[in-house]
């Protein structure tokens, strides 16, 4: 090579071209590769995405028994009766069957609503006023200066 900025001869270019060839080729399968990696992960995540919501209509509908579990095992509690199997269950059964389901009915709204289990705020979502001054709960963990 003469000097710097002159151009290269044919000889010196098809040099060149071979030398690069390799990391040519390395750098179009790299790319190829990356692509269908993508690919694959975007089949993956709405594969997951559609488990993830049929998970959780299938909780919101336990939820729903469990509300009216909750509802039927009160009313027997309040002076009727509560049968299970052919079984009459006693005033302390119903207590303790009152609050299983209510055990139960937590963990799943805690599964639905991971971010309300905290009471943190989830702004940008959060529609709190920021007049409520800085040891509110609702502002508590996000940055001092906000836009």
């Known amino acids: 090579m003469e000097r710097a900025g002159a151009p290269l001869s044919e000889d010196q270019r098809l040099l060149l071209v071979g030398y690069l060839a390799p990391f040519q080729q390395e750098l179009e399968q790299s790319k190829s590769g990356d692509a269908e990696k993508i690919s694959s992960l975007k089949i993956d995540l709405a594969e997951s995405s559609a488990e993830i919501l049929e998970m959780a209509n299938c909780l919101a509908e336990c ?10 095992t009160m009313r027997s509690g309040n002076g009727g009766k509560l049968w299970i199997d052919g079984k009459e269950l006693s005033t302390h059964e119903v207590a303790d069957r009152l609050e299983n389901l209510m055990i139960k009915r937590d963990r799943i709204l805690k599964a639905l609503h991971p971010l309300r289990e905290h009471k943190q705020c989830t702004y ?17 963990g996000l940055p001092v200066i906000r836009k």
């Open 63 to 72: 939820l729903e028994d469990i509300n009216q579990a909750i509802n039927a």
């Open 124 to 140: 940008p979502d959060c529609q709190c006023p920021f007049d409520m001054g800085p040891d509110h709960q609702c502002l508590k």
